[in-house]
């Protein structure tokens, strides 16, 4: 299925929500870099993957709305 006809269907949506979900979590608990500027990237890329989770999650359960009235 092309990108376009995913932005439109809940289920897509959602699980991508789950898997920047996971990805952030995971990197915010596993990976350990050695300096002090690597330890901020991570933590802001994990904050940034958890922010885009929330940003799916709530798009698809609004298409899911939106579907089933």
Do not use: K
Request: hydrophobic share 45%.
């Amino acid at each position: 299925m092309l990108l376009r006809n995913r932005l439109h269907d809940s289920q897509s949506m959602i699980s991508f929500g789950m898997f920047c979900l996971a990805t952030g979590i995971v990197a915010q608990r596993f990976i350990h870099p050695p300096t002090d500027f690597l330890q901020g990237f991570v933590a802001g890329l994990s904050g940034a993957l958890i922010g885009l989770s929330i940003v799916f999650n709530v798009r698809g359960l609004t298409l899911r709305r939106q579907r089933n009235p």
